[in-house]
């Protein structure tokens, strides 16, 4: 009965209200949310652009270039502080920047981010792990066992991240590389390459 309540309510608005102008609305939603997130970033360029995230913590240790630009479901996390840990994050992403939907960047050590990076769908960029991988600490539940750091993450200029990839601690990723869908990056990418695979492996090099 609801059901049928609510759509005859929405078949109603849907011609007072065109598509257009619906679309025109959400969009300024969007530009509104962008200006109030952007105040609370260290540093931060223009053309600061976000839709709806699902979680932004730390801003105070994120710098962002210019034209910043992320869809729905962004994950921004610089960690101080979990559990009785304490840690000192710093997030860096340069100029020209497109994160696709359901992006996650975890931070508790150091991560950059260079120029012109364009990432796909659900891409996920950590510089740590739940628990140190010992015997002990895995009768542990790993929600309850410290972060640790594994490494800074460096990504380069003009970089190509496909959807579904994974990038591990530790790691650095050159310039002008692309990485293909599905990808689980646990080793060092050199410049101009193309790499895949999990773990992804070069397959070739640009020439």
């Given at each position: 009965?609801?059901?049928?309540?609510?759509?005859?309510?929405?078949?109603?608005?849907?011609?007072?209200?065109?598509?257009?102008?619906?679309?025109?609305?959400?969009?300024?939603?969007k530009y509104i949310y962008s200006a109030k997130a952007?105040?609370?970033?260290?540093?931060?360029?223009?053309?600061?652009?976000?839709?709806?995230?699902?979680?932004?913590?730390?801003?105070?240790?994120m710098e962002i270039g210019e034209s910043f630009w992320?869809?729905?479901?962004?994950?921004?996390?610089?960690?101080?502080?979990?559990?009785?840990?304490?840690?000192?994050?710093?997030?860096?992403?340069?100029?020209?920047?497109?994160?696709?939907?359901?992006?996650?960047?975890?931070?508790?050590?150091?991560?950059?981010?260079?120029?012109?990076?364009?990432?796909?769908?659900?891409?996920?960029?950590?510089?740590?792990?739940?628990?140190?991988?010992?015997?002990?600490?895995?009768?542990?539940?790993?929600?309850?066992?410290?972060?640790?750091?594994?490494?800074?993450?460096?990504?380069?200029?003009?970089?190509?991240?496909?959807?579904?990839?994974?990038?591990?601690?530790?790691?650095?990723?050159?310039?002008?590389?692309?990485?293909?869908?599905?990808?689980?990056?646990?080793?060092?990418?050199?410049?101009?390459?193309?790499?895949?695979?999990?773990?992804?492996?070069?397959?070739?090099?640009?020439?």
């Amino acid at each position: 009965m609801y059901v049928n309540f609510y759509f005859i309510i929405a078949s109603i608005i849907s011609y007072l209200y065109p598509l257009r102008l619906i679309t025109i609305l959400r969009g300024v939603k969007k530009y509104i949310y962008s200006a109030k997130a952007k105040r609370k970033i260290e540093m931060c360029g223009n053309r600061f652009f976000i839709s709806i995230p699902r979680q932004i913590r730390g801003e105070k240790y994120m710098e962002i270039g210019e034209s910043f630009w992320a869809e729905e479901g962004l994950d921004l996390q610089c960690l101080d502080r979990y559990g009785k840990e304490v840690y000192h994050p710093q997030l860096l992403i340069g100029n020209n920047v497109h994160l696709g939907y359901f992006c996650h960047i975890g931070c508790i050590g150091s991560i950059s981010i260079g120029d012109n990076l364009l990432a796909g769908r659900n891409v996920y960029i950590t510089d740590h792990f739940h628990g140190n991988g010992t015997m002990e600490e895995a009768a542990i539940s790993p929600k309850e066992r410290p972060l640790y750091n594994k490494g800074s993450v460096k990504i380069g200029n003009n970089v190509w991240l496909g959807d579904n990839v994974v990038v591990m601690p530790g790691v650095t990723i050159g310039n002008n590389v692309t990485v293909g869908a599905n990808a689980v990056v646990t080793q060092d990418i050199p410049d101009h390459s193309i790499a895949a695979g999990v773990p992804a492996r070069i397959i070739r090099m640009k020439e």
